[in-house]
């Protein structure tokens, strides 16, 4: 059964860091572009970024852009999502998958392995508050 987990959610500052792991069962990750996504209270869930099979390619959100830093060990076969200078919309449940959705700057850009190979975690909860 394959299964994705994120995990590193926590309560943040504004201004702080944290850092999410997407960790993968039953499926290798380095086989696919993984994307991260956030959906915040009453939005719909929304890309952030997607980082490429073989790490050489991250794209990112604008929203994130020069705060968050995406980044994969393959030997480990996991995720990263480095979040810095967190600010309070970034509140928001973050899921990883095994594809990609998301507009850079005016571009949009979009990763399907079809449904059989698109996999996602449950999420994990992030919240920027004082």
């Known amino acids: 059964q394959v299964q994705l987990a994120e995990s590193g959610g926590d309560l943040a500052q504004p201004g702080g860091s944290l850092k999410l792991s997407c960790a993968a069962s039953?499926?290798?990750?380095?086989?696919?572009?993984v994307g991260w996504f956030r959906q915040a209270p009453g939005k719909e869930r929304e890309g952030i970024s997607c980082i490429t099979d073989r790490g050489d390619r991250v794209r990112y959100h604008d929203s994130i852009r020069g705060r968050f830093l995406v980044f994969r060990d393959d030997s480990a076969s996991e995720v990263y999502l480095q979040m810095n200078d967190l600010k309070p919309e970034d509140t928001a449940v973050y899921f990883c998958a095994t594809r990609c959705d998301l507009f850079e700057g005016g571009d949009y850009y979009s990763r399907y392995y079809g449904a059989a190979k698109t996999h996602w975690g449950k999420g994990t909860q992030v919240t920027v508050s004082s």
């Open positions: 039953g499926i290798d990750l380095n086989d696919f572009e």
